[in-house]
């Protein structure tokens, strides 16, 4: 078991920045590629970044990249989402999660932990 725990969300204007932190706890994390999600009131959860176990690669999704890094540090079992150019539409719950595999998905059903969100409002 995986628990994650995470925090940082809050509001924020447009174009302003903000950063996400995610403490794992239980299985060995350093083991587990990671991965923000977000959803929006009405829409489907969706991937936001995600990063293999050693850190070496990231992916973003198009609505984010250039804006969002996700960065890790093993030996503090915490996974991080630097927002910057924060816009609206990026007001969500935000989620991190963990799989058992070591690569990098943008797939929700590939990641058997979850925790329980950070709630992030950008203001126009």
């Known amino acids: 078991q995986v628990q994650l725990v995470e925090s940082g969300g809050g509001l924020v204007q447009a174009g302003g920045s903000l950063k996400l932190s995610c403490a794992a706890s239980?299985?060995?994390?350093?083991?587990?590629?990671m991965g923000w999600f977000r959803q929006a009131p009405g829409k489907e959860r969706e991937f936001v970044a995600g990063?293999?176990?050693?850190?070496?690669?990231?992916r973003y999704a198009g609505s984010v990249k250039g804006r969002f890094t996700i960065s890790r540090d093993n030996a503090k079992n915490t996974v991080y989402l630097q927002m910057s150019s924060l816009k609206p539409e990026d007001t969500a719950v935000y989620y991190c999660?963990?799989?058992?595999?070591?690569?990098?998905?943008?797939?929700?059903?590939?990641?058997?932990?979850w925790g329980q969100g950070t709630q992030v409002t950008v203001s126009s």
């Open positions: 239980g299985r060995t994390f350093s083991k587990q590629a």
């Open positions: 999660a963990a799989r058992s595999g070591v690569a990098v998905s943008s797939s929700l059903g590939e990641y058997a932990y």
């Open positions: 990063i293999t176990w050693g850190g070496g690669m990231t």
